[in-house]
C-alpha cells in the first residue's frame, strides 16, 4: 500500500502537502478524517462525501487498517445533519464512525481536530501521532481509494463570482483558466485569495497554478477590506502594531492553541515589537502558533496583525534555534473556557465582511478544454520530483512526468495529453505542441 501510494503521488490535500506514503508508516490508535473543512466559504470536503462516501469510507477503513487504529471517525460539522446520518449508516459496513463538530473555526485545525474527537491535547509543538492518531483530509482518502494518479484538485471557486462552485481542476491549470471555465469574467475581478479567506495568500497574477494543495480560488472586488490586508507589507504591519497596540490581550485570550494549554500569547509577541524580546520565552511561545489567523482577523480590536508577529518570531527563532522549554510537554491542560470562546463561522463571516457573497459550492462537472497545463514538479513537502520528459516529447494524461526524488517525495504525472514544451522547475504541457 504505501509503495503504491507513493507512485500515484498521493499528498496531504487539506493543504500541507505532507507526502501521505510516509504519513501510513506510523502506528496509531485512531485515525480521524478531517471533513471539518472550518474556512468560510469554502465547500469541497463536503462535496467529496456527498459524491464519494463509500470509497472515502473504504479508503479510511483500509488507513485504519495500514497503522494498526482500532478506530476510524470522520470529524464533520454538526450542521451537515444529512451527511452526518449517511455516514452513520453507510459507516458500519466500514466500521467507521462519525463526530459531529460545532460550526466554530478553526474547527479543522488538527490539533483542534484531535482534542474535540479524543479528549486529548497534543503537546506543544507535537504531532497528532503523540496521542495516538493519524489525521487525514477527505480528499487525500479519496485519492487512496481511486488507486489513480493524481492529476486534478477538487476546489471552492466562490467569492464575488456569478455561480460559486466546486470543481475538480486539472493539476497545472492556470487560475484564469479555471475562472473563465465557472464563468467568471477576470475584468471584473480585483483580488483573489487562494486557498481560503483566513489561511489563504494573495495572488500575484493569474497566470499561477493549481497545485495538489489548492483548495480554493475566492475572489473579490477592488475595495474590499480582506485583500487590502493580506497587501500590507511587512514594515508597515509592524510600524502600525508599535504605535497601536495597546495590550488588550483579546488575541491570546481567543486563540485556539492557548486554549488547549500550549504556552503561546501573541499579545506578548505583538509586545515584541516594541522591545527586544527574542529569546524571553513568553515570546518564544511564538514557535507554537498555527498561523490560524484568527487573533489578526477576529480578535484584535485595532485591526492588527499579532499572527504575522508570531510568523516572524517563529522565523528568527529557526534561525537562532531558540526553542520554548514547553516543547513536547505532555501535562499541558486546556483552559478552562476552552469550549466558550470557540468563534462561530456566521460571526467570523460577518466580522470579515462576507456576508453579501453566496455560501454555497455544489460540484458541479467541467468540460476542461485547456491548451496547455504548467505543472509544478514540487507539490509537495520534501525534494521536488525529477524531470521525466524532455522538450518536445508526446505525453498521455496520468503518465510520469517527474520521477519520485531520492528521500521525501513523490513523483507527478500529467493532467492532460499533449507535447513537453518546456521543461525546468515546472513541466508545460501544450495540447498541440
Given at each position: 500500500m504505501?509503495?503504491?501510494?507513493?507512485?500515484?503521488g498521493?499528498?496531504?490535500a487539506?493543504g500541507?502537502?505532507?507526502?501521505?506514503y510516509?504519513?501510513?508508516?506510523?502506528r496509531a490508535?485512531?485515525?480521524?478524517?478531517?471533513?471539518?473543512?472550518?474556512?468560510?466559504l469554502l465547500?469541497?470536503?463536503?462535496?467529496?462525501l456527498?459524491?464519494?462516501?463509500?470509497?472515502?469510507l473504504?479508503a479510511?477503513?483500509?488507513?485504519?487498517?495500514?497503522?494498526?487504529?482500532?478506530?476510524?471517525?470522520?470529524a464533520?460539522?454538526e450542521?451537515?445533519e444529512?451527511?452526518i446520518?449517511?455516514?452513520?449508516?453507510?459507516?458500519?459496513q466500514?466500521?467507521?464512525?462519525v463526530?459531529?463538530?460545532?460550526?466554530?473555526y478553526?474547527?479543522?485545525?488538527?490539533?483542534v481536530?484531535v482534542?474535540?474527537v479524543?479528549?486529548r491535547?497534543?503537546?506543544?509543538?507535537?504531532?497528532p501521532?503523540?496521542?495516538g492518531?493519524l489525521?487525514?483530509n477527505?480528499e487525500?482518502?479519496?485519492?487512496?481509494?481511486?488507486?489513480h494518479p493524481?492529476t486534478?484538485?477538487?476546489l471552492?471557486?466562490g467569492g464575488?463570482?456569478?455561480?460559486?462552485?466546486?470543481?475538480?481542476?486539472?493539476i497545472?491549470?492556470?487560475?484564469?483558466d479555471?475562472?473563465?471555465t465557472?464563468?467568471?469574467?477576470?475584468d471584473?475581478?480585483?483580488?483573489v485569495l487562494v486557498g481560503g479567506v483566513?489561511?489563504?495568500s494573495?495572488?500575484?497574477?493569474?497566470?499561477?497554478v493549481v497545485t495538489?494543495?489548492?483548495?480554493?480560488?475566492?475572489c473579490?472586488?477592488e475595495?474590499?477590506?480582506?485583500?487590502?490586508?493580506?497587501?500590507?507589507?511587512?514594515?508597515a504591519r509592524?510600524?502600525?502594531?508599535?504605535?497601536?497596540?495597546?495590550?488588550?490581550?483579546?488575541?491570546t485570550e481567543?486563540c485556539?492553541?492557548?486554549?488547549?494549554?500550549?504556552?503561546?500569547?501573541?499579545h506578548m509577541?505583538?509586545r515584541?515589537l516594541?522591545f527586544?524580546?527574542?529569546?524571553?520565552?513568553l515570546?518564544?511561545?511564538?514557535?507554537?502558533?498555527?498561523?490560524?489567523?484568527l487573533?489578526?482577523?477576529?480578535a484584535?480590536?485595532?485591526?492588527l496583525?499579532?499572527k504575522d508577529?508570531?510568523?516572524?518570531?517563529?522565523?528568527?527563532?529557526r534561525v537562532?534555534g531558540?526553542?520554548?522549554?514547553?516543547r513536547g510537554?505532555t501535562?499541558?491542560?486546556?483552559h478552562s473556557?476552552q469550549?466558550?470562546?470557540?468563534v462561530?463561522?456566521a460571526?467570523?463571516?460577518?466580522k470579515?465582511?462576507?456576508s453579501?457573497?453566496?455560501?454555497?459550492?455544489?460540484l458541479?462537472?467541467v468540460?476542461?478544454?485547456l491548451?496547455?497545463?504548467?505543472?509544478?514538479?514540487?507539490?509537495?513537502v520534501g525534494?521536488?520530483?525529477?524531470?521525466?520528459?524532455?522538450?518536445?516529447?508526446?505525453?498521455?494524461?496520468?503518465?510520469e512526468i517527474?520521477?519520485a526524488?531520492e528521500?521525501?517525495?513523490?513523483?507527478?504525472h500529467?493532467?492532460?495529453?499533449?507535447?513537453v514544451?518546456?521543461?525546468?522547475?515546472h513541466v508545460?504541457?501544450?495540447?498541440?505542441?
Open positions: 504505501l509503495e503504491r501510494v507513493r507512485a500515484i498521493v499528498v496531504g487539506g500541507a502537502g505532507f507526502p501521505t510516509r504519513k501510513l508508516e506510523a490508535e485512531t485515525v480521524i478524517v478531517n471533513a471539518a473543512e472550518c474556512e468560510p465547500h469541497k470536503d463536503k462535496e467529496i456527498r459524491h464519494n462516501l463509500d470509497p472515502v473504504s479510511a477503513a483500509r488507513v485504519a487498517r495500514q497503522v494498526g487504529a482500532e478506530r476510524a471517525i470522520v464533520i460539522k450542521k451537515y444529512d451527511l446520518d449517511r455516514i452513520r449508516v453507510h459507516g458500519e466500514y466500521g467507521v464512525e463526530h459531529p463538530l460545532g460550526d466554530y478553526p474547527a479543522g485545525d488538527e490539533f481536530t482534542y474535540e479524543t479528549g491535547v497534543i503537546p506543544p509543538g507535537g504531532l501521532l503523540d496521542v492518531c489525521v487525514v477527505v487525500t482518502l479519496l485519492n487512496i481509494e481511486l488507486d493524481v486534478h484538485k477538487f471552492t471557486v464575488d463570482v456569478p455561480q460559486p462552485v466546486t470543481v475538480r481542476a486539472p497545472g491549470a492556470a487560475y484564469g479555471v475562472l473563465r465557472v464563468g467568471v469574467d477576470l471584473a475581478v480585483g483580488h483566513m489561511m489563504g494573495l495572488m500575484r497574477s493569474f497566470d499561477e495538489r494543495m489548492t483548495g480554493a480560488l475566492l473579490f472586488p475595495g474590499h477590506s480582506l485583500p487590502r490586508r493580506y497587501a500590507t507589507d511587512a514594515r509592524d510600524l502600525i502594531g508599535k504605535s497601536a497596540c495597546d495590550q488588550c490581550s483579546f488575541c481567543l485556539p492553541r492557548y486554549l488547549l494549554g500550549h504556552p503561546i500569547e501573541p509577541a505583538m515584541g516594541e527586544n524580546m527574542v529569546g524571553d520565552a515570546v518564544l511561545g511564538s514557535q507554537f502558533c498555527c498561523e490560524c489567523n487573533c489578526s482577523l477576529y484584535c480590536p485595532e485591526d496583525f499579532p508577529a508570531c510568523a516572524d518570531n517563529k522565523r528568527t527563532m537562532k531558540l526553542e520554548h522549554p514547553s510537554r501535562d499541558v491542560r486546556p473556557m469550549e466558550y470562546r470557540h462561530p463561522v460571526s467570523l463571516i460577518k470579515l465582511g462576507l453579501g457573497f453566496r455560501n454555497v459550492g455544489e458541479v462537472d468540460d476542461w478544454r491548451e496547455q497545463v504548467r505543472i509544478p514538479l514540487q507539490q509537495h525534494q521536488p520530483a525529477v524531470p521525466a520528459v524532455r522538450e518536445g516529447d508526446r505525453v498521455t494524461v496520468d503518465q517527474g520521477a526524488p528521500g521525501l517525495g513523490v513523483p507527478v500529467a493532467s492532460m495529453d499533449g507535447v514544451a518546456h521543461v525546468g522547475d508545460v504541457i501544450r495540447r498541440n505542441g
